[in-house]
């Protein structure tokens, strides 16, 4: 799918950023989609930034709060491998998405980014269960969007639990469903308050997710209640275009990102519906199941306000098992880690079928779904299965795609004239197609030796994947390239 540049992909007039500043206010962050900023002000500098002829409106008392500020030193990890990963305690929530099957294929996240937006990762370059995640460097970058926090790591246990549901590796209790994936964290979230602040820091989240290369975004977050309750969302804004949080998350889904965001726990309340961004029509909002795939009873509900489908589909949100901040194995109940199981099915597929864009990737999930035939607003499309979506993204594939062996491209980012070596180990003739962002060949290369170094011609930036081919399979590889 081409992906057209935009006025949304130009950054904030950076003239405008430095009158705010002469005029007194502190310019926190930019954000280029809406073409404004978040800034912190007093009410007399506030007077005098509403005359500025380029200000047209703003959003009030988005404050953010100071939290701890509490940095630890890092421990000595060790990394787990194991071929044919002992799920453990965590295999129903493996087995019920198939990504067992993903898995036996090859396919467990390797060279695709997942982005998570949370309230903080706590400890997670501590703990054991992501040891491997940190040892192999496939943490990209991180992200604050609270000026008081320097890290990431600080606080907010939420993250924590999240990523040990896609990239923990625990033999024997519980490994991530895309537990090789490389990924980047942001904190966007105020742990201890609801803010309207929350939902701008989630676009910030969205366009440096973007400027990343993301493949697949993860938020287990939403937004209906703030504690000052005149930003408060009525279901009437559950209409996909209303609130901030939920217009960011079809932006970024339009620039060919895959967004997995949880539906809501408020099914048995007085809210009952899913919350934003989750209505946003070109994502996947994720329900909870139990272990034998019966609706949790606290999953948000749909439909939309406009009457779409939602949640679009479900996975394992009750009694979940997650690596905890605290180095334990738990289960916990949410559909807060329902929607990452799903990022980690996402990335496999992804990985399986690179020239595949977001949409395609997103409708083989809905349609493999236990309940395609009679979607409902309760588990939307129901759940998916890697091996039903495999067949339905490319039925020309037949069987279960099988990948070639260890093979290794850097340095991934990469920009024109640079040196790329690619290295391999497969037995036999291996060949190479490079595929653009549009999804054609435009170069090939016959008769990869196991260790090779080649030039790209002067092509656009963006997402490229490298397709090797020999007789015991194919991988695909994306590479970013940076002019």
């Keep these: 799918m081409k992906i057209k540049v935009n006025e949304q992909d130009l950054p904030v007039n950076p003239t405008y950023l430095n009158q705010l500043t002469a005029q007194g206010a502190q310019v926190l962050y930019p954000l280029k989609w809406v073409n404004g900023a978040v800034v912190k002000m007093d009410q007399t500098t ?42 453990g305690t965590s295999m129903t929530q493996i087995t019920q998405l198939g990504v067992d099957a993903m898995h036996k294929s090859g396919f467990r996240g390797e060279n695709i980014l997942i982005s998570l937006l949370d309230d903080g990762f706590l400890d997670a370059n501590k703990i054991q269960a992501l040891a491997a995640l940190y040892q192999e460097k496939r943490i990209s970058a991180t992200l604050t969007t609270d000026p008081t926090r320097k890290s990431v790591y600080e606080s907010g246990s939420h993250g924590t639990a999240v990523l040990g549901t896609i990239a923990a590796q625990v033999p024997g209790k519980l490994f991530g469903t895309a537990y090789m994936a490389k990924f980047a964290l942001a904190q966007t979230e105020e742990s201890q308050h609801e803010l309207l602040v929350e939902e701008a820091n989630w676009l910030r989240g969205a366009e ?39 217009l960011a998350a079809v932006w970024a889904s339009r620039r060919g990102i895959i967004c997995t965001i949880s539906a809501g726990n408020e099914g048995a309340g007085n809210w009952k519906f899913i919350s934003s961004p989750a209505d946003a029509d070109s994502i996947l909002s994720v329900g909870a199941v139990d272990r034998s795939g019966l609706r949790a009873s ?115 980012p990469t920009s024109t004239g640079q040196a790329i070596q690619i290295e391999h180990h497969a037995s036999g003739l291996v060949n190479l197609e490079i595929i653009s962002p549009q999804g054609a060949v435009i170069q090939t290369l016959t008769n990869i030796p196991p260790k090779a170094e080649i030039f790209l011609p002067p092509f656009v930036s963006g997402k490229y994947y490298f397709r090797f081919t020999s007789d015991n399979g194919v991988q695909a590889i994306p590479v970013l390239l940076n002019l």
Excluded: C
């Excluded at 930034?49 to 509490?70: T, W």
């Excluded at 749909?302 to 738990?330: C, E, H, Q, W, Y």
């Design 46 to 87: 506030l007077k005098s930034i509403l005359n500025l002829s380029f200000v047209k409106g703003y959003y009030k008392n988005m404050a953010l709060d100071s939290l701890p500020n509490q940095l630890k030193n890092t421990l000595n990890r060790t990394i787990i491998t194991d071929a044919q990963p002992d799920y």
């Design 208 to 246: 440096w997710a973007d400027s990343l290369g993301t493949d697949i975004l993860n938020s287990s977050l939403g937004y209906t209640k703030f504690d000052n309750p005149i930003y408060d969302h009525a279901y009437q804004d559950m209409n996909g275009k209303t609130a901030l949080s939920t």
């Design 298 to 412: 606290f999953s948000s509900t749909g439909p939309s306000f406009d009457k779409r489908i939602k949640p679009d589909v479900s996975a394992m949100g009750l009694g979940t098992v997650v690596s905890l901040s605290n180095g334990n194995i738990s289960n916990v109940n949410g559909t807060s880690f329902s929607a990452p199981l799903m990022a980690g099915l996402a990335a496999g597929l992804v990985q399986a079928h690179p020239t595949k864009n977001a949409w395609e990737i997103m409708q083989g999930m809905r349609k493999s779904g236990t309940l395609t035939l009679n979607p409902d607003n309760l588990l939307g499309y129901g759940i998916p299965h890697f091996e039903r979506a495999s067949k339905i993204i490319n039925p020309i594939l037949g069987n279960e795609p099988q990948r070639v062996e260890n093979i290794k491209i850097f340095p991934n």
